[in-house]
């Protein structure tokens, strides 16, 4: 290896794309097309970047088995910072296996931390998990042990486990410090953000407030009775009904909730659930079908006594009752909750990671950009959306890739 790509390759470890440009920018090798590549993402140009390092894969030999391996990584990597879920597992997985069987332990590890990452982006906790417990970041160098603890951070963030997160991120700070790359210290920072964010709103007695992350654990750990329009369940003493697949029954249940411990009209509840007005006694037969489906639903937590001019919720284990609410509209609030990293998403991406269907993604996305809560780049399969920048949260930046010579 020549010295103005070794000069190059440890420019880009040290996150300093523009003078690893400096050297290799007029260069068309393969080794030179890999690192202006990966050059490129790092200043966020993804296109290009993309294109650069297919074209390194490529211009690599037959017997260049890691170099192709390494070009498919990074390509894995771009894919995931430019949000194409969709982008081909089984290559990153082939490419992991031959740096594996080649002693390059370092890159097989940030394969598999891409792979982690991917799950953790599509609601693959589980999986994510058994990845991860897997790997021991140890002997890694401080950038992956640093991404290690980032993917802990947001496992535990999902599965609010507030203490967890805070310690993940105290050691991924410590890890980005030794690293001393100044666009992993910002990701860092701009993940423990998400701490100090409010993650929820609470709806108790008529009144409402933002709640983080650590209240929200708290709250859930409580003698209350949650309605979770989260998570579309109630909660309450260690026990949790679903009403995932059963949203008329949750809408009566936190309609109830939140006027608790008065009652709600019947107008007022067949308007709220079935969208009608009442007009005839065959909608209050449909009210009394559904409330007593909501009864046998609920025990033991809770049960529905009916009222002069409606129905109240009761509970049976708890002194309280209070409703958890996404902190936005909740409509719209899963597809906010994953532009809010402040990436660009397509919509393809989107309806993977939220289990929906293209086309309604792309409807509430067209819906948010009219009411201009979001912003739409590019035209056709290269159109990507994300939120408005907000000022003083960093963007998260793609990580260096390990020297070509280690």
Request: hydrophobic residues 50%.
């Amino acid at each position: 290896m020549d010295s103005l790509i070794t000069a190059a390759a440890r420019a880009l470890a040290a996150g300093d794309p523009l003078g690893a440009l400096d050297r290799v920018a007029l260069r068309d090798d393969a080794s030179a097309l890999a690192l202006r590549g990966i050059a490129m993402a790092q200043l966020g140009d993804l296109v290009r970047a993309r294109a650069l390092v297919k074209s390194a894969a490529r211009a690599f030999g037959p017997k260049e088995a890691v170099a192709r391996a390494r070009c498919v990584v990074a390509e894995a990597e771009i894919a995931l910072a430019s949000r194409d879920l969709g982008w081909p597992v089984k290559a990153l997985d082939t490419a992991r296996v031959t740096l594996e069987a080649h002693g390059d332990r370092v890159n097989a590890a940030h394969a598999r931390y891409l792979q982690i990452r991917r799950l953790l982006l599509i609601g693959r906790l589980d999986e994510a998990e058994a990845l991860l417990a897997a790997l021991d970041p140890a002997p890694l160098p401080p950038v992956l042990r640093a991404a290690h603890e980032l993917v802990v951070a947001g496992i535990a963030i999902r599965r609010l486990q507030s203490q967890s997160a805070h310690n993940a991120l105290a050691r991924a700070r410590h890890a980005a410090e030794l690293a001393a790359i100044p666009a992993l210290t910002a990701e860092v920072e701009n993940a423990a953000l998400i701490l100090d964010t409010p993650a929820a709103r609470l709806i108790a007695h008529g009144e409402e407030r933002p709640l983080l992350l650590d209240e929200v654990e708290a709250l859930l750990s409580s003698t209350s009775l949650v309605v979770d329009a989260c998570r579309y369940s109630v909660r309450g003493a260690g026990m949790s009904v679903s009403l995932v697949t059963r949203p008329v029954l949750f809408t009566l249940a936190r309609m109830m909730a939140e006027t608790w411990p008065g009652g709600v009209s019947r107008e007022a509840l067949i308007a709220g659930a079935f969208r009608l007005k009442l007009t005839d006694e065959s909608h209050r037969a449909r009210l009394r079908v559904e409330i007593g489906r909501l009864r046998a639903a609920l025990k033991p937590l809770a049960g529905v006594m009916a009222t002069p001019r409606g129905f109240a919720l009761v509970p049976l284990v708890s002194a309280d009752v209070v409703v958890l609410a996404p902190p936005v509209d909740e409509k719209f609030a899963a597809v906010f909750a994953f532009l809010a990293d402040g990436e660009s998403w397509s919509s393809s991406a989107l309806a993977l990671a939220l289990g929906a269907s293209q086309r309604t993604v792309q409807r509430t996305l067209e819906a948010l950009a009219a009411a201009g809560r979001v912003q739409a780049f590019g035209r056709g399969r290269a159109r990507r959306w994300m939120t408005p920048p907000i000022p003083g949260f960093a963007t998260t930046l793609l990580l260096p890739a390990p020297l070509p010579s280690d």
